[in-house]
């Protein structure tokens, strides 16, 4: 089957129209291109597909690093300047659905494309041909896994150490299905920590990791909520550092404390986090900070006695966005400014239309946590109108 590519949608694929009308959401095809695809899901209304083959090619199609990019990382076959521009335009486009209109400026990149991930989950897989258990990663959209002998995603630490436990495994005779995945990250000094996730038990303890953000130290677990590239993570500290004009700050959705505590920690800073394992990571990450430092264990959207007029307040909230109930409340007591951080645009916008009945957009900042992928991370300045 063959499909003109029209553009790039939120979620990363191509999408085009057959002839029939019948739209396809495709994965590995550029705005402009004619591929041919294998059907992966069919629905009433849309099909979904994998691009087998380019018929007529994009002038900002590259050669991707790796067989296993279309589970790992599915935008390698876009040039990297070109990558920023369609993610500004998906970033802009979403925001138009939501009726706001709001002009993204270029995304913040490090500049570090690939090998920037510090941490990933392998799945694994049984060999029959050689007999021993290999590293793989699913294939997108279906239960298939693609085994891994190579990856420019993540960091050489992180690879190398998957691969030194997967030789243990297989010389101890472990078998594929005993095994759930493995886990590795990796600090920004090289140190790693790691574990193998067993089906039929408990996840293990892993070592706890260290890492400095904006000069501030941070302990953090593993296998917990910290960001995975760095770099870019800093850029956006320090752009929210910048719009802080307060002296009384609320960090809600702190996880382990690192945006508050980097940007706010020497004014009246008060943290919220729910999740109990993060919450006594962020007490220790508090331990010490120069100002007046508060941590509150409960949901962001059950603290809204926390939140006042004179205060510049910070979400950063899951994918799902922040709960109603904490955006009808903002909309009540009007605090001077809110900075909010999102790993879902979509959800962002939904909330920021609501807002906008009583804020204005003082900035709007893609960032480019995870390159090579359509993942978009961005940061929204609202001052009170």
């Known amino acids: ?148 002998q190579s990856s420019s995603i993540e960091r050489p630490e992180v690879l190398a150490e998957a691969k030194r436990i997967l030789a243990g495994l297989n010389a101890s005779g472990r078998q594929a299905r005993e095994i759930q995945s493995i886990m590795v990250r990796c600090a920004q000094d090289g ?66 404390g690192t945006v508050g505590l980097s940007v706010a920690r020497e004014r009246k800073l008060t943290l919220v986090e729910v999740n109990g394992d993060a919450y006594r990571e962020l007490e220790r990450n508090a331990e010490g900070a120069g100002g007046q430092v508060e941590t509150v264990l409960a949901k962001s959207e059950e603290a809204l006695d926390f939140l006042k007029p004179d205060l510049t307040v910070i979400v950063d909230p899951p994918r799902a966005g922040c709960d109603e109930k904490l955006i009808r409340r903002l909309m009540e007591v009007k605090p001077e400014r809110i900075i909010y951080l999102s790993c879902n645009p979509v959800t962002q916008a939904r909330d920021m239309k609501l807002l906008l009945e009583g804020y204005k957009v003082l900035t ?12 978009i991370e961005n940061l929204v300045v609202l001052s009170r109108k």
């Open 364 to 375: 709007a900042q893609g960032c480019n946590f995870f390159p090579r992928t359509p993942h």
């Open 1 to 148: 089957m063959q499909l003109k590519i029209d553009k790039l949608v939120p979620g990363g694929q191509g999408i085009g129209t057959l002839e029939s009308g019948q739209k396809c959401f495709v994965w590995g095809g550029l705005p402009g291109e004619i591929v041919e695809f294998e059907v992966t899901k069919k629905k009433r209304s849309y099909l979904e597909g994998v691009v087998t083959g380019v018929v007529e090619a994009s002038e900002y199609r590259v050669e991707p690093r790796d067989e296993c990019y279309l589970a790992t990382s599915p935008w390698q076959v876009m040039d990297y300047e070109y990558e920023l521009r369609q993610k500004s335009k998906i970033l802009d486009e979403i925001f138009r659905q939501n009726s706001i209109d709001l002009t993204s400026g270029p995304f913040k990149t490090y500049g570090l494309d690939y090998f920037y991930r510090n941490k990933m989950e392998y799945s694994v897989y049984w060999d029959h041909d050689t007999e021993k258990i290999e590293l793989a990663f699913h294939v997108r959209g279906t239960h298939r896994k693609i085994p891994v």
């Open 191 to 256: 140190r790693v920590s790691s574990a193998v996730y067993e089906n039929g038990k408990s996840h293990p303890e892993m070592l706890t990791l260290t890492d400095k953000l904006l000069g501030y130290e941070y302990t953090y677990s593993p296998n917990g909520f910290f960001q995975i590239n760095l770099p870019v993570y800093e850029m956006a500290l320090k752009e929210i550092a910048q719009w802080i004009e307060t002296e009384g700050v609320l960090d809600l959705y702190a996880g382990v």
